[in-house]
């Protein structure tokens, strides 16, 4: 929280610095984020992808891991999603809905539990890499897969794959944007909330992050857990894909490269890996997102600043050891002042 | 002879520890001066303030006569103390002679190896220490690797080197060979300090040995005139055993039977050779032995959390050597272990969660994967009233708690599992005297229900007054194993160090 | 096969080596020294943005070159302060690294110079043809030969120069270090800083190297195929280099098939496939320096 009311000081110096009103833009930013129904529409269903990925990656912060490939499952995901999505038909809408969704969620947890899951647990390689490599994969295979002459391409000149069956679309609760995907992120956090707090397996899982050491000798086989805790990880990364193509793009395209497994990150640190914080993260950042479009319209002021912002953000929370430290610097200055240095003062 | 480093009531303290409080030491130049002490009589504190890791709370150094004082290792080095931790610093992905030259290469801003190789090559001749300077440090055994420390030393020009607990780690060979360098050393001037636990090598390589206890120095002697008896006495203390009133009980059924049990560390080195021995029920039998000497491997595989290389290890009747952790913990076996905030706890958990940290998966911490919070939390209470945990809060983070109220935590809930075997491990370290008596009343109260208690210990009053059969270790083997209450101090500290009881003198250098 | 014959595909491989091998360095000097990096991408976008907006404010791109390389060390000086100082988890701010980069390029390129993009006036790096090495080295942009001179340059510096050695102890085990007298944050700041000004050099060469405009995110994830190419080039200079020859090799190939049937995307995962499988210890093990990633806190 502190991190951020600093950032946002600083976004307003800089914004100052070049000559805008630093109140006029962050107003716009608001007012943009949640002014009107069309806003809050449209920054409610940016939250849903956030949430659903960033509770994947607060799920393997709660292990110990650090999945920064989320990006990647979320595409496995949507890729899933969509195949399915176009190819089965005949099916009733909601199972049709279902039977997306749960692949999409079962092909992001394959993606990041099996080959980083296994490579950390057995090979010791880092998960930070390997999810990150595991995620470019991911995005060029999609490219691949839509591409002209690529095996789920559609007929004409843009790169992307056919659509998917109307019926399994998401419902629209309120236009344009807000669907139905909204409980899914609701229901995922009830879900992550439940199942870390209050089953053995989220017991275990939360243990083997808090200390490997202890959980070993308590008989926890932590290659075990740490296999399941990147597995859910991506299932929830894949979900978050598979929901929000059913409930926007109905298809796979590329064009804009959304970022939402990156920005998953920040929201889950930003949380620290509470469910429910998770979904308050994700509210604050797609509204910094959306309302970003507004203060560019009304004053000028670049949306980029948004990501500054973000950037300050995640670099405060990570250097959070900041804080004691000035105190103990202003303290020593005071009482360097107060009396001669003595000869102890040495120590780091 | 002239004094060459003076240590006068120095005092070092961290929270809750006076790891060093009034040392006194003073070296001669020529001699090779021991320090002889019990693990955690603060001989490694004492190091780290001579060769500038540490400052001093208090005391003063003297080197030559003139007070110095160390703000970092760099300041040490300069002054000419040479220091062979007993944790290598060494980078092993680096040659030889790299890690010796290192802080101060030959060349300018290039790098000169072939005269660093020189040099390291020429200096291992001088002091008959060979080692191949160009081979990459990772490939050396550990008694190359500790030449390559002391060639580090001698290489910045050292006029005394200290050697902390050089012995721990090598073969008896390779002991012998560190002890004809140590004799060089000195007939070349450079006077040695020592510092090692062990008596027989004490008397085997110095001149005068200095004893510490408790975070202070006890007396200095010529290493001549003390018999090992004498030096045994002052290393572990003459205060009255606090002996606890321990009732009659015939020991029962053979509850864990080791046989011929080895077990090797993840360097293939052998750790535990052929162990064999047996547990019943209402029993306490004792582990005595030095540090390092194979006790923690010895119970880390009973309790199934490193693989056993050799032997059987039998449960209740039943072969559980090959048995998940998990599972010998069902059947009954618990554990204490060492390191209780490392291993035994999760300090970011609160009680209750940590009371369910092993048996999570059955009742009453849950039922059918779901846990039972109202359940644990009442479970939790009562185990807090029984063995007066303070404060006695569930919701508390173990973290929070004092030592003596962390280990009384992992002790309630191992205790509380019911289990048949109570394994543990040095279970009184760092406590105060309370807490040390009231976890030494329910390792009696285990006793007299009839359960089988395998108690590691280094400490010996530890081990005297609770144990109703003593197994001392020494190199992964059992040496002997003798009756608890005729067993003295004296006996049980001859045996730790190699030698049978029935041989009264130490006759040959340690086999270690 | 007449396309491996073509030169016209080795000049764009070598063109494109240019910018993965420059990071890919920077980030071996930093994991070197012990400081886990994935800020690549970051402090080349920053790189590039201040190569750009100076060339045309100074009118000269070397002066550019010169502080966009300066202004990627400040960034890296600043990671390396949190990173060293505050023991701060060094992946979390190479996160923050990069979206902040990433943000502020885009935010500064829209405010001082609109949203038109920058003045197509900007001068550019000069490019250099070597006589009598035929058409590889036609018309190649001068950082290339720096590049190359600087691949060379790391290893002797990493490997034959005193400091290189120190750095190396430091990232290995720098307790040793310390207890040998070097000064560890001051070898680990040395480290990440150089880093970030080689790594801010990549980024110069992607704008007024080979062009002479910034766009937004015109890094285009080199930064972390830079990653791929240190982790796969087993931290050094020259594994990297050539790792970075092979990945861009892999990126001209896809370009040079493009319409023939060949996915260039497929072509495009050939980094990240082969790091992983690296990694795992499959294809030759690759292992970090043994500290890289650790803070150290000296206890007194």
Redesign the interface.
């Known amino acids: 929280m502190l991190a951020s009311v600093v950032a946002i000081l600083i976004g307003a110096v800089i914004a100052a610095v070049l000559g805008f009103n630093p109140l006029a833009a962050y107003g716009a930013l608001v007012t943009g984020a949640f002014g009107t129904s069309m806003a809050l529409s449209s920054t409610l269903a940016g939250a849903v992808p956030l949430a659903l990925a960033g509770l994947g990656v607060a799920v393997a912060f709660r292990a110990g891991l650090f999945n920064i490939g989320a990006e990647g499952q979320y595409w496995i995901g949507v890729i899933v999603a969509v195949w399915l999505g176009y190819h089965l038909t005949g099916l009733p809408g909601w199972l049709h809905t279902l039977v997306c969704v749960v692949g999409a969620t079962l092909a992001g947890g394959l993606w990041g539990g099996v080959i980083p899951g296994l490579a950390k647990a057995y090979r010791g390689a880092h998960e930070v890499i390997t999810t990150m490599m595991m995620s470019y994969i991911a995005i060029y295979f999609g490219q691949y897969l839509i591409a002209a002459g690529g095996p789920m391409h559609a007929p004409g000149y843009n790169a992307q794959s056919p659509q998917i069956v109307k019926d399994a679309w998401l419902t629209v609760l309120l236009p344009p944007q807000l669907t139905t995907a909204v409980f899914f992120a609701i229901g995922a956090a009830l879900v992550v909330w439940w199942g870390t707090f209050h089953t053995t397996v989220g017991f275990r899982l939360r243990a083997v992050g808090a200390n490997p050491h202890a959980a070993r000798y308590a008989g926890i086989s932590v290659p075990v857990y740490t296999v399941l805790a990147l597995g859910l990880s991506g299932m929830l990364a894949g979900l978050a894909g598979g929901v929000q193509v059913l409930a926007l793009d109905h298809r796979l395209m590329w064009g804009f490269n959304t970022g939402y497994g990156y920005t998953a990150i920040v929201v889950a640190l930003m949380a620290r890996n509470h469910p429910f914080g998770v979904l308050l993260a994700a509210l604050f950042f797609s509204a910094l997102s959306t309302g970003g479009q507004n203060m560019q319209m009304v004053s000028q002021l670049p949306s980029s600043l948004t990501d500054v912002l973000t950037g300050l953000i995640v670099f405060f929370v990570a250097a959070e050891r900041i804080v004691p430290l000035t105190i103990a610097w202003y303290r020593r200055r005071r009482g360097a002042r107060a009396q001669v240095a003595s000869a102890r003062e040495g120590g780091r | 002879m002239a004094s060459f480093l003076e240590v006068i009531d120095v005092r070092k303290y961290f929270p809750g520890v006076k790891a060093n409080d009034g040392v006194n030491l003073d070296v001669r130049a020529g001699e090779v001066h021991a320090i002889l002490g019990e693990n955690g009589a603060g001989k490694s504190t004492l190091m780290k303030l001579i060769s500038g890791l540490y400052q001093p709370d208090g005391g003063e150094i003297r080197l030559e006569g003139r007070r110095v004082q160390f703000d970092s290792p760099r300041d040490a080095i300069r002054a000419g103390i040479g220091m062979v931790h007993q944790h290598f610093m060494l980078i092993p992905a680096l040659s030889v002679a790299d890690n010796i030259v290192l802080g101060d290469e030959p060349g300018g801003i290039r790098y000169d190896r072939r005269e660093a190789v020189r040099r390291v090559r020429a200096l291992s001749e001088k002091y008959r220490l060979s080692v191949d300077p160009e081979a990459r440090v990772a490939r050396l055994s550990v008694g190359l690797q500790q030449r390559v420390e002391i060639l580090k030393v001698l290489y910045r020009r050292a006029r005394l080197l200290i050697l902390d607990e050089p012995t721990a780690v090598l073969t008896p060979q390779e002991a012998e060979e560190l002890f004809e360098v140590v004799r060089h050393l000195k007939a070349q001037g450079i006077p040695i300090l020592f510092i090692s636990h062990k008596l027989d090598e004490v008397r085997a390589i110095a001149d005068r040995v200095t004893v510490m206890r408790a975070g202070r120095t006890v007396d200095t002697l010529p290493t001549a005139d003390a018999s090992p008896q004498e030096l045994a006495n002052l290393m572990v203390g003459r205060e009255v055993v606090l002996r606890v009133e321990k009732p009659e009980q015939r020991a029962g059924d053979v509850v864990l039977s080791v046989e011929n049990l080895s077990v090797s560390d993840a360097d293939r080195r052998p750790r535990v050779r052929g162990v064999s021995l047996a547990v019943r029920a209402g029993e306490i039998l004792g582990i005595a032995g030095v540090d390092g000497n194979g006790q923690t491997e010895l119970v880390d595989a009973i309790a199934g959390l490193i693989p056993v290389s050799g032997g059987r290890i039998t449960f209740l009747g039943e072969d559980v050597t090959a048995l998940p952790p998990g599972e010998r913990t069902h059947r009954g076996i618990a554990y204490v272990p060492q390191d209780r905030q490392r291993d035994g706890l999760v300090l970011d958990f609160t009680l209750v969660e940590n009371t369910m940290l092993r048996d999570v998966a059955h009742p009453p911490f849950s039922r059918r994967g779901l846990l039972q919070h109202r359940a644990a939390r009442a479970h939790t209470e009562k185990l807090l009233e029984a063995f007066d945990v303070r404060p006695r809060d569930p919701d508390r983070k173990a973290g929070d708690l004092s030592g003596g109220n962390q280990q009384k935590v992992i002790l309630a809930r191992e205790v509380s599992r019911e289990p048949s075997l109570l394994i543990a491990v040095q279970p009184t370290r760092g406590l105060d005297v309370g807490a040390i008596e009231g976890i030494h009343r329910q390792l009696l109260r285990l006793r007299q229900a009839g359960k089988a208690i395998l108690l590691v210990s280094l400490e010996l009053d530890e081990i005297l007054s609770l144990s109703d059969r003593i197994a001392v270790m020494h190199h992964g083997q059992v040496v002997d194993i003798v009756p608890g209450d005729t067993a003295t101090r004296e006996q049980i500290g001859l045996l730790m160090t190699g030698t049978r009881s029935s041989e009264s003198e130490v006759a040959q250098p340690s086999n270690r | 096969m007449s396309v491996l014959t073509n030169p016209q595909l080795w000049a764009s491989t070598l063109a494109m080596t240019v910018p993965l091998a420059l990071p890919a360095i920077g980030g071996t000097f930093s994991e070197r020294a012990g400081v886990?990096n994935?800020a690549m991408e970051g402090i080349m976008l920053i790189g590039a943005f201040f190569g750009v907006a100076f060339s045309y404010w100074t009118g000269s791109p070397w002066l550019g070159l010169v502080l966009g390389v300066l202004m990627g060390g400040l960034l890296a000086a600043i990671f390396a302060w949190?990173a060293i100082?505050?023991?701060?988890?060094q992946?979390?701010?190479g996160?923050?690294?990069?979206?902040?980069?990433?943000?502020?390029t885009?935010?500064l390129l829209?405010?001082l110079f609109g949203y038109g993009g920058t003045p197509p006036e900007t001068p550019s790096l000069p490019f250099v043809s070597l006589p009598g090495l035929g058409p590889v080295f036609a018309h190649q942009s001068v950082l290339l030969y720096v590049m190359l001179a600087i691949v060379v340059i790391s290893h002797w510096f990493l490997f034959?120069?005193?400091?290189?050695?120190?750095i190396?102890?430091v990232g290995?085990?720098p307790?040793?270090?310390?207890?040998?007298?070097?000064n560890v944050w001051r070898l680990r700041y040395i480290g990440v800083i150089v880093g970030g000004m080689l790594s801010a050099l990549g980024g110069v060469y992607l704008s007024i190297g080979i062009l002479n405009s910034f766009d937004?995110d015109m890094t285009n994830?080199r930064g972390?195929i830079a990653?791929?190419a240190m982790?796969f080039g087993k931290w050094t200079p020259v594994g990297s280099f050539l790792a970075s020859l092979l990945f861009g090799f892999a990126t001209a190939l896809g370009v040079a098939l493009q319409g023939q049937?060949v996915?260039p995307?497929?072509l495009?995962?050939i980094p990240?496939?082969l790091?992983?499988l690296a990694?795992?210890?499959l294809v030759g093990r690759s292992t970090?320096?043994?500290a890289d990633g650790i803070p150290y806190?000296?206890?007194?």
Do not use: C
Not at chain 3, 175 to 182: M, Q, R, S, V, W
């Open positions: 886990v994935i949190a100082r505050l023991a701060a988890d992946v979390v701010l996160m923050a690294v990069n979206i902040f980069a990433s943000g502020l885009a935010f829209n405010t034959h120069t005193r400091l290189g050695l120190r190396r102890a290995e085990n307790l040793a270090a310390d207890t040998a007298g070097l937004v994830g972390f990653l791929a982790i049937g996915s995307d497929l495009s995962m990240y496939v790091t992983i990694l795992a210890g970090p320096p043994a806190t000296p206890i007194r």
